[in-house]
């Protein structure tokens, strides 16, 4: 009880004390004020320390005191000296202010427009976003076309005849952008106060508000009979103004206003999407690669650069987050740089593939789906096809990689015994194979028995007497040479047998080491046996969102026969229609601009809407640089750029990257690959650190 009445005496005394504290501020303050000086923001001055003369209540003299100006500048807002409203300008204190508005945006506004408006001297800029529905604004946009119409047919004044249809322009794009993208839309006012402490200096302060919003396209207008309401628009405290609002408040989108925020990162950003990089000021770059807006009409990816600068880190680095994301994945990975990521933090399968027994067959006989370039240029739309008509094709090229000595007479008997070696399977040319399975095909050896058939009959005639053309006899022997290593020799375990290559998992690493060592060739036919079985299964689910890496893709351009490469070029120019992202990663252009293939080459690295580039020097630097018209500053860039860093480009906007990874993440995508080497070479480093310590 006692120590209650203690505590309530202590609370009293504290109150009382307080109050007197109160007092005696608000008296200084007060006498503070009549000296004041305003501080509104982005005033252009020097900043004076501010002074208040305050008497002082023990003695007479007078003595200087010190008062934050932060805090003067809130109470000469809150309670200036005086405020009287003009019809275009008002007094506030010692200022002369203006209030404006802007009343029209441009559909394509400058970077960081909004941050040179909230800039200009002596102003104060005041914004209001209030997000509203697509469907709401495509009505009123509607209408005000309908209005603007009207008003383009009825008027005589040229001006505003030019005005008029400027706007339907811009409204008629707007609807057409919204409508293909979606995008969010809202409603955004924008004030501006400009204010001057003499006439001279008020005016200077307008001129430069006008010529500024007008050089970024935009126009503004002097709140007429408004000035009251919109100081109290721009006022701290804000109270929204209808009247003001009935004519400051324009439908922009999301993204237009968010582009022009001076907090948005300078480089590059989505609003949905995963972290791809950071850039040159540590601001974090948010990509969503799957995004058609502007310029992004794929999602192919181009990866170049020397080697170990990073290329195929950064690439799991975004394979990581689309995995998080749902998205299907297949990577051919020739070094093996992939498997611990796929394995070990993507639950995937990694499939060895024409090594050995032990690896996956693809059958080469299998009808695929392959689309064909030239039916691509004139219908970019038509449906894929797979038929035995189209793969037969493929076969004849996969023979003519092969069999590199076979004579035009005997690749068309070849060309017969492979249809024959298809209608013994019951395939022919009209034959829907859609509902066929892997050992529903014919396989190398069966040709090969064929072969051996027909000489076996060619042999009974010639013991019966009959006539056999020599020249028939043997064209299928020598066939038969060349047939021997594929179908039962020693590259048979490659070549020959059904299709054992499945898997049902979401991410697939394709483990090509293992390709024909030391045979260029074979390794070139093998890679494009694997696209094909790789864009069967991206392509099958068009909603599914799907990404092929393409590492080392250098190793699959054979510039005599460029199926391989065609058909890269084809799988990244349809991918946009199955949801199909391809990633193409090499380390230099040129290998891809050598002059037989260039046309596909080309096509392929310089389409897609993604690009990265890493640190290259010489030939490989003057290439990219004339394909790219790089500026002389990329150029320095590229040339002297360290690991992990990359010039990016999103459509055509080129942003200085990093690929900055925590340590938890660059855990999971280190590893494989030259990962390994590094991983080593940090131990060993470790191990140093310790045996310093040791000694010191
Ligand atoms: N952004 C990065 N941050 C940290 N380490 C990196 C980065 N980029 C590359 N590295 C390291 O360098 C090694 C080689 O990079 P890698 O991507 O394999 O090169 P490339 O594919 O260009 O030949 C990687 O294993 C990794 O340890
Ligand atoms: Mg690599």
Request: net charge neutral.
């Amino acid at each position: 009880m006692v120590k209650k009445i203690i505590i309530f005496l202590l609370i009293v005394i504290a109150l009382v004390v307080i109050t007197m504290l109160n007092k005696s501020n608000n008296k200084k303050v007060k006498k503070a004020n009549n000296r004041k000086t305003n501080t509104i923001k982005n005033e252009k001055k020097t900043p004076v320390k501010d002074v208040a003369l305050v008497e002082e209540r023990t003695s007479s003299k007078k003595k200087e005191v010190e008062i934050d100006p932060m805090l003067k500048a809130i109470l000469d807002t809150v309670a200036p000296i005086s405020v009287s409203f003009d019809q275009n300008s008002f007094r506030f204190g010692d200022k002369i202010v203006r209030a404006y508005a802007i009343t029209q945006y441009t559909p394509h506004p400058k970077f960081g427009w909004l941050a040179d408006i909230m800039g200009i001297p002596n102003t104060i800029v005041s914004t209001l976003y209030t997000p509203t529905s697509n469907a709401d604004l495509m009505q009123a946009l509607a209408k005000t076309l309908n209005v603007m119409r009207g008003t383009a047919e009825s008027t005589r004044n040229y001006i505003e005849q030019q005005r008029v249809e400027q706007g339907i322009e811009n409204a008629e794009e707007t609807i057409k952008r919204l409508d293909r993208t979606g995008e969010s839309v809202g409603r955004f006012s924008c004030i501006v106060l400009a204010f001057g402490t003499s006439k001279e200096e008020f005016q200077k302060s307008c001129s430069r508000v006008e010529s500024k919003i007008s050089a970024l396209n935009l126009r503004v207008k002097i709140l007429s009979n408004l000035q009251k309401e919109g100081f109290m628009s721009a006022f701290p405290t804000y109270t929204p103004q209808a009247d003001v609002l009935r004519c400051s408040e324009k439908i922009i989108t999301q993204s237009a206003m968010e582009f022009g925020m001076p907090i948005a990162s300078s480089a590059f950003s989505d609003d949905t999407g995963c972290h791809f990089a950071e850039d040159t000021n540590g601001n974090m770059i948010i990509l969503d690669m799957w995004k058609r807006i502007g310029d992004r009409t794929n999602s192919n990816f181009t990866v170049m650069g020397m080697p170990g600068k990073g290329k195929s880190f950064s690439v799991k680095s975004i394979l990581l987050g689309e995995w998080m994301r749902g998205t299907r994945i297949y990577i051919i990975d020739p070094e093996r740089e992939y498997v611990q990521m796929v394995e070990d933090e993507m639950e995937g399968e990694v499939l060895k593939v024409g090594a050995n027994s032990k690896g996956s067959m693809i059958n080469p006989l299998q009808i695929r789906t392959v689309s064909s370039s030239s039916k691509d240029e004139k219908n970019p739309d038509e449906e894929d096809t797979a038929n035995l008509a189209s793969h037969l094709k493929t076969v004849e090229t996969f023979f003519d990689l092969y069999l590199e000595d076979i004579t035009a007479s005997q690749k068309a008997l070849l060309k017969d015994m492979t249809i024959k070696a298809y209608a013994k399977y019951g395939i022919t040319f009209e034959s829907d194979i859609y509902h066929l399975t892997n050992n529903d095909y014919p396989v190398m050896k069966d040709i090969y028995d064929l072969i051996e058939f027909e000489i076996t009959k060619l042999d009974m005639k010639k013991k019966r007497g009959e006539n056999v053309s020599t020249v028939e006899y043997n064209d299928y022997v020598q066939l038969r040479g060349l047939m021997k290593d594929i179908a039962v020799g020693g590259d048979s375990f490659i070549w020959n047998g059904e299709t054992t290559i499945h898997s049902d998992s979401k991410v697939v690493a394709l483990d090509t080491s293992g390709f024909a060592e030391g045979n260029e060739k074979l390794k070139k036919i093998q890679y494009f046996n694997v696209l094909t079985w790789v864009w069967e299964q991206a392509s099958q689910n068009r909603e599914e969102r799907c990404i092929i890496v393409a590492d080392e893709a250098y190793m699959m351009i054979d510039q005599r026969v460029p199926t391989a490469l065609i058909h890269m070029r084809n799988m990244a120019k349809r991918g946009r229609k199955y949801n199909v992202s391809i990633m193409t990663i090499s380390h230099s252009v040129v290998d891809f601009l050598a002059p037989a293939i260039k046309q596909y080459g080309q096509e392929l690295i310089g389409t897609s809407c993604y690009k990265m580039f890493f640190g290259c020097e010489g030939q490989n630097l003057l290439e990219l640089s004339n394909l790219y018209d790089l500026k002389e500053a990329e150029r320095d860039f590229l040339l002297g750029a360290e690991q992990g860093y990359a010039l990016a480009q999103f459509g055509s906007k080129r942003v200085i990257v990093h690929f900055k990874v925590g340590d938890y993440k660059k855990r999971r995508i280190s590893g494989g690959g030259e990962g390994v080497e590094t991983k080593k070479k940090n131990t060993s480093n470790r191990d140093n650190v310790v045996w310093q310590s040791v000694n010191a």
